[in-house]
């Protein structure tokens, strides 16, 4: 930690004024979230595949910036605290160094055998999360 993840702004991203509407930096953190945790050997597909599903409580955004069709975001994702039962994961969008966006996710682990209820992490989730901890 922590992960770059490029994305390139899609026209269908934009809105009337042409830069890229609000709601869309979400999907550009769960772009950087699941590359980053691909990339310290957690993956969305294997936590579904053993029965667990991490779900967003919380999330906020501050944009500083706009961007605009065709830009070459850099999302830069960083894991900044593991509990028990929730990661939090921080977010800098960014197009040729400069920030346009930051902002934070909070997600549970929730038990999908079990009527979705929040879990604990598994053990092993766990102990890769927390070697990823970058300190604020």
């Not at 501050?62 to 605009?68: E, K, L, N, P």
């Not at 939090?88 to 346009?100: H, I, N």
């Amino acid at each position: 930690m922590p992960h770059d993840a490029q994305v390139r702004v899609r026209y269908a991203e934009t809105d009337q004024m042409g830069v890229v509407y609000h709601s869309n930096y979400l999907i550009y953190f769960e772009i950087g979230r699941t590359e980053a945790m691909r990339k310290l050997g957690i993956s969305y597909r294997e936590l579904e595949e053993r029965g667990f599903v991490l779900a967003v409580i919380e999330s906020s955004m501050r944009h500083t910036g706009s961007a605009r069709y065709d830009d070459n975001l850099t999302v830069r994702t960083w894991l900044r605290e593991v509990t028990k039962t929730r990661l939090r994961f921080e977010y800098a969008v960014t197009l040729d160094g400069k920030t346009l966006t930051s902002g934070h996710t909070v997600l549970a682990f929730l038990s999908r055998h079990d009527g979705m209820r929040p879990v604990r992490c598994p053990p092993d989730v766990e102990a890769l999360a927390q070697a990823a901890v970058e300190p604020a």
